[in-house]
């Protein structure tokens, strides 16, 4: 029996398989707002039925978007475009979750195929925002960005309680704080990138304390029955960095505040960082918050096969696997990998007839 296409259950969810489809910025947004792209693209992954397609990234203000053509839900006229969507998925018999996101520092840049060279305010951009006045980037534009006062971070924790209540609203089952990468929560949390000295700053609670506002925020204006993910950088590979004792220790603290699965990705805080990428290379941190956490975790990085896949959740080493690269390569990964495991797959009707076992 493979669990991979088990089902699974977190509070009120039932996902039908393990796969989940990782949240991958597709730069194809105008202001924000999810259209034809974003329906077809995720709409594609829910016909190739993954258990839970998760959205990109979706900007909480227009200034946390890492470029300006990110998804957005900074205002209530984001909800019916992604409503559109969420009903699609809903229609496949799929999962649908929405990422919320401030990128601070590492905004107000062009897309990947421009470049992705940090845009000046002149050219369009923004000025940027962060715990700490440290750039992130250099080269030709640099921009030193912001350090956020009190009451400025007081808007952004209400922005991401407000883009959670417009999320339930656009009909997703689930939300992931997105606090990983080194965009504005990891900036909090890392102490590379907060040189803080208010409650904000210095010690590791303090660190912790923007990410924890989030998060408790956003639990109480979800329903109770919806599970709340949390993707970390749970190694920034840096001297000085967070390591996986840290995220342990987050961990814990974001389950007590009704976190239900901690995505373990890592790295992205800063540039001098020395990741030893191979296959798997994220799993054991999602097995050692997992087991010392006592909490549901997400598996990333370089899985590509259901064979894998089912390996990692078979050893317990995490109880979701998020796909990206793959899933951008195949969008019938489940479908054919439940081929290939010699389990029926759950071909739409539509496309019964290119089953190949048929
Ligand atoms: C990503 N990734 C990513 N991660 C995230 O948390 N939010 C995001 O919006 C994005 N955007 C994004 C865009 C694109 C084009 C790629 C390829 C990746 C990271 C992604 O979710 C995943 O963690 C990594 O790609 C590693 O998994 P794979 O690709 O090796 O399966």
Redesign the pocket.
Known sequence: MSKLYSSYTLRGLELTNRIVV?????YSAENGMANDWHLVHLGSRAVGDAGLV????AAVLPEGR?SPS?LGIWSDKHIKPLKRITTFIKAQGVSSGI?L?HAGRKASCQP?WEGGKQISPLAGGWHTVAPSSIPFYKGDVVLVPLELSIEEIQVIIKSFVKAAKRAVTAGFDTI?I?A??GYLLNQFLSPLTNKRNDKYGGSFENRMRLLIEVTKGIRSVIPQEMPLFV?ISAEEWASGGHTINESVEVSKVLKTNGVDLI?C?SGGVVRQQNIPVKVNY?VPFAERIKKEVNIATGA?????DVFQADDILDKDEADLI???????RNPYFALLGADQMHIIPNWPKQYERGNPRK
């Open positions: 990782s949240p991958m910025c597709q998760f959205t990109e990234a890492i990110d990422q996101s990947p992931e997105h990983a990468h993707r995505d990705s994220q990333v990085g370089l899985i590509t998020f796909i990206g690269r793959e899933m951008l």
